[in-house]
């Protein structure tokens, strides 16, 4: 499906109707020569090394400027409780609109929040009530990239830009890019926190990690000491085994076939392969599959990652997620960030998390917790 008959695994045209209105002829709702022109033009962007550092830093602004002073404004309060889910969304969501445009618009913020306000609604008119807001948005993204030009930029958005000057499909491009990075990132740190809030003994490891690699109290400066933190990195890889943010993944068989074990695919079966479930299982993952243990992902202490199709959390083969590496970035940047300031509790624990129905993990009810600065105990 993913690889060597990637060809006959479309999304289809059942999965590109179900999402139309919103993504249109973006990147993550086409096939064929279309989705080929996207990701090509993608790959120019994100494959390059200086958009890791970019985003490193861009990331390290947000949570400076946002992340954290949200945080401190409840940490310690009695009775203040903080939805971390719905933190990170918010931060997600400002964090991808600043790589895409590479520029910070203040009257654009406005909007923002506006869509942020509006994307929860679940009935019909009011789901075309909140399109049309994120329509301003997306337009009010290009007409600014129009006013500063983009001919000698090299951002995401200008690339395709210099490309195309077709406005609906460029607003499919912006809401595409700007959607992929918002509810996968903050729901891979809302599992992230629920699981180290259940497991204080890998919270402790991971703060061991830091003081050795960037020194003891002192903050994450550099990319290159991220990647030197390989035990955050196996913690975050355990954590998305457990709780992928997109815990299943369909598509649509073009002509008969048959998989190599031999079960035949007739003509229009949609085919669902199951992260949720593969991480689950024994006889990939072993007798310890249910424990969580970021141990599994390290040699000698070293990172080491899996078979992507072992591992298929980021897709695998020809649609592999373009912007896995930027998502890292984003995840290790966050979790180092409010791990050494804070301490986080759940305000309710519970077993396990229960997830809403659609195409990202949503906990059910957010993730209520308690948060206190870490110079006192919680």
């Known amino acids: ?35 080929r022109f ?6 120019l962007e994100l494959g390059r090394m200086s958009i890791r550092s970019y985003a490193f830093e861009t990331v390290n602004n947000e949570i400076e400027s946002h992340l954290i002073p949200l945080l401190s404004s409840v940490a310690g309060k009695e009775n203040a409780v903080l939805d971390l889910q719905d933190a990170f969304r918010r931060f997600s969501f400002d964090n991808i609109f600043e790589t895409l445009s590479s520029e ?3 009257q654009l913020r406005q909007l923002v929040w506006k869509i ?23 337009q009010e993204v290009i007409k600014q990239r129009q006013k500063m030009g983009f001919a000698a930029k090299k951002d995401l958005l200008s690339r395709f830009m210099s490309a195309t000057n077709d406005e609906t ?26 699981l180290l809030a259940s497991h204080p003994e890998v919270e402790a490891a991971i703060l061991i990690e830091a003081d050795r690699v960037i020194g003891k ?27 992928p943010p997109i815990q299943f993944d369909s598509k649509f068989c073009l002509e008969d076939d048959v998989l190599p074990d031999g079960t035949f695919v007739k003509r229009g079966t949609r085919v669902t392969y199951h992260p949720y479930a593969m991480g689950r299982m024994e006889d990939i993952w ?5 424990e969580f243990k970021p141990e599994r992902w390290l040699k000698d202490g070293v990172f080491c990652q899996e078979n992507p199709f072992k591992y298929p959390v980021f897709q695998a083969g020809v649609r592999v997620c373009l912007g896995k590496e930027m998502a890292l970035v984003e995840l290790k940047s966050v979790a180092l960030s409010l791990l050494l300031r804070f301490r986080i509790k759940l305000a ?4 396990t998390p229960r997830f809403s129905p659609g195409l990202t993990a949503t906990v059910r009810g957010g993730l209520p917790v308690l948060v206190q600065e870490r110079k006192t105990p919680l």
């Open 217 to 243: 109290n002192k903050e994450l400066t550099t990319f290159e000491q991220m990647r030197e933190l390989h035990y955050l990195t196996a913690t975050i890889y355990e954590s998305m085994r457990h709780y």
């Open 104 to 106: 910070s618009h203040g």
């Open 1 to 35: 499906m993913l690889k060597t008959r990637f060809e006959n695994y479309p999304k289809g045209k059942s999965f590109s109707a179900i999402l139309g209105d919103l993504l249109g002829r973006g990147i993550f709702n086409v096939d064929g020569e279309s989705w």
């Open 169 to 194: 499909y460029l607003r499919d491009i912006v809401i595409s890019f700007l959607l992929a990075g918002r509810d996968t990132v903050a729901s891979a740190l809302t599992s992230l926190f629920w």
């Open 348 to 351: 309710t624990p519970y077993q």
């Open 286 to 290: 072993g007798p310890d599959c249910l």
């Open 116 to 138: 942020k306000r509006m994307f929860n609604l679940g009935s019909e008119k009011e789901l075309k009530e909140a399109i049309k807001v994120i329509n301003v948005l997306a």
């Open 38 to 43: 996207q990701r090509k033009m993608a790959c």
